[in-house]
């Protein structure tokens, strides 16, 4: 089985979700859907925010004017003042059925599509509004979810799965100042991967808030400058790294620049994107179109990484655990470069070779 993350051992509840026909599944066939789920994880890739007020966004998704490889967010929470939510919640109900409807009368790229909520509450009433379009919804974003949150955005994911026909995924963002105090730090990450593992089987990514941390420390990066060069934010986003990525797919911080005289803000997002994937992110939330392909290319991975990967898994487990690499630059060592192969070869499979 191809198993990038490690497991709970109790069943995924998305796969007994999935079974709801009555329908016998064999071992192999368990098998394809574990490598599907790891597959959909992995491809959220670039997650495009836009505003649910966008009356425009349902026609650029529908002609094409995104890309064909991209996820998208409906924000309702930092991009909608308090007296618009309402129009935005109506808004989002109407792009969900341009696109459903678009769906049905025409080939089209159809991303992975989420709305980003601004509390546990909204989600079941807008999910309840969505229902007829349900099969086009993978899923909400929690922002802030925090121990103070926590129990409520999962009480609501329970609820929206109650009563959904297909699985409904969360993408809790981790952006709250409970996080950021280093005396409690461990113990809140803690608690909130314990929040999290209850919803283990729901949860498609972890994201985290690169710009409400930002904010605490009165800080901001230009476009020469990476997130990893503010020292506490860093350090922090560090510690979430280590306390998630092993069972989780995290991805990275927004990249706020999508403009300069030189395109200086590319080679910067290339930057940051780099020191994003060596650290174990996958993925980038992006404020503009024009980033997609930045992320797209950045997720490529090199020929040589792809070469060295198929190297290790392919290994002969019986002889020689240790070899030269495809370019004759490194070692590869079959046990301690497995897990590395093993993503290598899927984000291949995803976003292909560079």
């Given at each position: 089985?191809?198993?990038?993350?490690?497991?709970?051992?109790?069943?995924?509840?998305?796969?007994?979700?999935?079974?709801?026909?009555g329908k016998n599944r064999n071992t192999e066939e368990l098998e394809i859907k574990v490598i599907d789920n790891i597959k959909m994880k992995y491809s959220v890739g670039a997650l495009l925010y836009s505003p649910a007020l966008n009356a425009k966004l349902?026609?650029?998704?529908?002609?094409?004017d995104l890309g064909s490889r991209y996820s998208l967010a409906l924000c309702l929470e930092d991009t909608i003042s308090d007296d618009m939510v309402a129009a935005a919640e109506?808004?989002?109900?109407?792009?969900?059925?341009?696109?459903?409807?678009?769906?049905?009368e025409q080939e089209m790229y159809l991303p992975k599509l989420f709305v980003r909520v601004r509390e546990p509450g909204q989600t079941v009433r807008l999910f309840a509004a969505l229902e007829p379009y349900q099969s086009i919804l993978s899923g909400f974003v929690f922002p802030k979810y925090s121990l103070a949150s926590a129990a409520a955005y999962n009480a609501a994911m329970a609820e929206v799965n109650e009563r959904a026909r297909n699985p409904v995924l969360m993408m809790p963002i981790l952006e709250s100042p409970d996080i950021i105090d280093f005396r409690s730090r461990t113990e809140v990450l803690g608690s909130l991967k314990d929040h999290i593992d209850a919803v283990r089987d729901l949860t498609l990514n972890v994201r985290v808030g690169g710009n409400d941390f930002s904010n605490e420390f009165a800080a901001r990066r230009h476009y020469d400058e990476t997130i990893y060069d503010i020292l506490p934010i860093s350090q922090l986003l560090g510690d979430?790294?280590?306390?998630?990525?092993?069972?989780?797919?995290?991805?990275?911080?927004?990249?706020?620049?999508?403009?300069?005289e030189h395109d200086e803000w590319r080679e910067g997002m290339k930057r940051e994107l780099r020191m994003d994937i060596l650290n174990g992110f996958i993925g980038k939330t992006v404020i503009h179109p024009k980033q997609i392909p930045v992320v797209n290319e950045m997720l490529m991975v090199t020929r040589k990484d792809y070469e060295d990967a198929r190297t290790v898994q392919s290994w002969d487990k019986s002889g020689l655990q240790v070899g030269k690499s495809y370019g004759g630059e490194r070692m590869n060592e079959v046990r301690t470069n497995c897990n590395w192969a093993r993503k290598i070869l899927l984000l291949s499979e995803i976003y292909g070779i560079r």
């Open positions: 089985m191809l198993c990038i993350l490690r497991r709970s051992p109790k069943k995924s509840r998305v796969f007994n979700l999935e079974a709801r026909g349902a026609r650029s998704v529908i002609r094409g109506a808004q989002a109900v109407n792009t969900f059925r341009e696109l459903y409807e678009a769906r049905e979430i790294l280590t306390v998630f990525a092993r069972d989780y797919v995290v991805s990275g911080p927004v990249w706020e620049f999508f403009s300069s």
